[in-house]
């Protein structure tokens, strides 16, 4: 039986709160080291230093992309920090999967009120998805997630009922 495979990268759009926080750390790190420069204080530089160290660090995890894998009825959704720390968030069998719509679709309509979980590209024009699931001892969820057309294809071909495509 040929397994049904697909997969989606999009990579998450900055946040005013990520933009913020980043301009926040430079020029902390910025006045550490003109504090440290004006009193002469070799904590402060030494202070100065190991957080210019840790924000060289720290940056690239400031870039995330979400990649979702469908493989055989189980669907995985995956962050990828920096490009190149990958970590899977949920795995999810099609077995407990309510249904699968477009975000403002009426067959939804239902499950408006149970916790999302955006593992989209949060830009406005995206195309996003809604999979409702149950998750463990949670209860149903809402997972927002923006899938290509192999991908939406695949999961109707396996499980017909549950997706949805208007």
Known sequence: MENMYAETAVK???TPMSIALRA???AAIIFTFFFASITGSRILFALGAVAACLIIWLWPRFNVEWEY???D???DFDTISGGE???TKLRIDFDEVEAV???KSHALDAYRHYKVRDYSSLRKDADIYVVVVKIGEEGLNQIYFEPNEKMLTTMKNKAPRKVMLY
Do not use: E
């Open 12 to 14: 998450r759009a900055n």
């Open 69 to 71: 894998i469908f493989v």
């Open 101 to 103: 719509a477009p975000l």
């Open 85 to 87: 720390k990958r970590k």
């Open 73 to 75: 009825g189980q669907l």
């Open 24 to 26: 926040l750390i430079v």
